[in-house]
Every structure is written in structure tokens, then in C-alpha cells.
């Protein structure tokens, strides 16, 4: 979800990419959605974590303008191998 503004972000991950409307057989892909002040978007990741060959890795999420990903709108999304158990 995004704070209040008078500016739009853009969020994307890199290496991966959803459906822009999941239920819709041949939807169109995305690999990065404008979203708004207020607004929630919720993203189907094609295949899942690690993308379609499932790579294992970290990958970059962020707001996709340079200037507010330089200031620090940005985080990782770490794909492991198999599923690891919580940290307390």
C-alpha cells in the first residue's frame, strides 16, 4: 500500500513478472504497475518465487523511479531452495 501523495509510484521485481488480470486467460504480463496514493495492488508472480525457472537468488523491489529508489524505496525478495523455518 502507498502513502498519501500527489505522485505515483512504481513497483516492480526484478526477474519476475503477473498477469495483469490473474483470472483472464492470456492477460497481459507486467514486470512493473503504476500504483497511487492509497492504493493496494496484490501481484500473481508467474510461476512463483525465483520466476519461470525458478531461480534461486535475491532480487530488487522497488519503486522503479531512480531518484526514490536512490533514497531508499527499495528491498530485497530472497528465493531459497526450499521453504526455511521461521526467525524468532
Known sequence: MVPYSEQAGVFSIEGHRWPLEPELTGSN???????????AITV?????????????????????????GEAGLWR?????EQAQKALD
Open 44 to 68: 500473481d508472480i508467474e510461476s512463483g518465487a525465483g520466476g519461470r525457472f525458478a531461480l534461486l537468488g535475491d532480487y530488487l523491489y522497488e519503486d522503479h523511479r531512480v531518484p526514490y
Open 76 to 80: 530485497l525478495f530472497r528465493t531459497y
Open 29 to 39: 504480463m507486467l514486470s512493473s504497475v503504476q500504483i497511487g496514493a492509497s492504493e
